[in-house]
């Protein structure tokens, strides 16, 4: 499993579903706006808006929510956002992708730097991290909408590259390219997707031991806690066991 959506189930483990959820709808709304100022209200014609609303319903976001992002942006009373890709290392050596959209370059920079420094990692050069992931599309379902096989068949017609199931959840990749026609022909079939986005994917994945984990979660926790961090994407594996020592 991808590393981000490993973090993602760990947070949930860890009881904090709320405070992540708040989190969550700031930063769908901010895509929103973001993809809206950048390619224009009619998400028909622009991607980026298309899969940031469908990502936005998926998660429960309020309407109202949605069109008042889009409208605000594309009013000219909108923030203007930087996207930056900051790359470095936690504890155990694991390679942390972080993607902020900030209207603050300095206020952001500050942000990633404490939590790394704070937190037993080391933030890298540009490029120091990001070959050891692959830039793909990934479209997330349900494991109950579909099984393994079907889900699978279903994928390669719609042009995707690999499907990785587990007992939660049916995970679609496939060039980042062609991520929104993916996306709409798995829709077609099973229904909006839980989520559609460009993610970073761990070629390999680091296992993490009871003296690592709480400093790497620390600082997972740390960079997700910015109001400027979009995505946070590592490569780790915290072992069923060790979660359930720190649980």
Same mark, same amino acid.
């Not at 939590?115 to 379902?141: C, I, P, R």
């Not at 994928?155 to 590259?161: H, L, R, V």
């Given at each position: ?9 760990? +947070? ?6 709320? $405070?992540?959820? *708040?989190?969550?709808? =700031?930063?769908? *709304? ?5 993809? !809206? $100022? ?6 028909? &014609?622009?991607?980026r ?8 319903k998926?998660? =429960?976001? @309020?309407? %109202?929510?949605? +069109?008042?992002?889009?409208?605000? &942006? ?35 920079a500050?942000?990633?730097? =404490? ?24 479209? +997330? ?6 099984? /393994?096989?079907a889900?699978? #068949?279903? !994928? ?5 590259? %690999?499907?990785?199931?587990?007992? #939660? ?29 460009i ?14 984990? @709480? ?8 960079? #997700? %806690? ?7 994407? !590592? ?5 069923? /066991?060790?979660? #359930? *020592?720190?649980?």
């Open positions: 499993m991808a590393g981000h959506s490993k973090w993602a189930n760990i +947070q949930h483990r860890k009881g904090r579903q709320d $405070k992540a959820r *708040s989190k969550l709808f =700031s930063k769908l *709304s901010k895509e929103i706006a973001i993809a !809206a $100022k950048m390619g224009g209200p009619d998400v028909d &014609a622009n991607p808006l298309r899969l940031a609303v469908a990502n936005a998926s998660q =429960s976001v @309020p309407k %109202d929510n949605i +069109q008042r992002a889009i409208d605000k &942006a594309t009013g000219g009373d909108g923030a203007d956002y930087d996207e930056i890709r900051y790359e470095g290392f936690g504890p155990a050596g694991i390679g942390i992708i972080v993607e902020v959209s900030t209207d603050n370059k300095n206020r952001a500050a942000d990633v730097r =404490s939590a790394f420094a704070k937190n037993g990692g080391n933030l890298g050069e540009t490029g120091s991290v990001a070959f050891m992931f692959d830039h793909v599309g990934e479209v +997330q379902y349900g494991a109950d909408v579909a099984d /393994e096989e889900m699978l #068949e279903a !994928a390669i017609e719609a042009g995707a590259e %690999d499907v990785v199931s587990d007992e #939660e959840t049916h995970i679609i990749y496939c060039a980042r390219e062609d991520l929104n026609e993916v996306a709409k022909a798995m829709e077609t079939v099973f229904g909006e997707p839980k989520s559609a986005n993610i970073w994917k761990p070629q390999n994945i680091i296992e993490v031991g009871a003296d690592k984990a @709480p400093t790497l979660l620390k600082l997972l926790d740390a960079l #997700e %806690d910015s109001d400027d961090v979009q995505n946070v994407y !590592a490569n780790f594996d915290i072992p069923e /066991e060790v979660m #359930e *020592s720190l649980d």
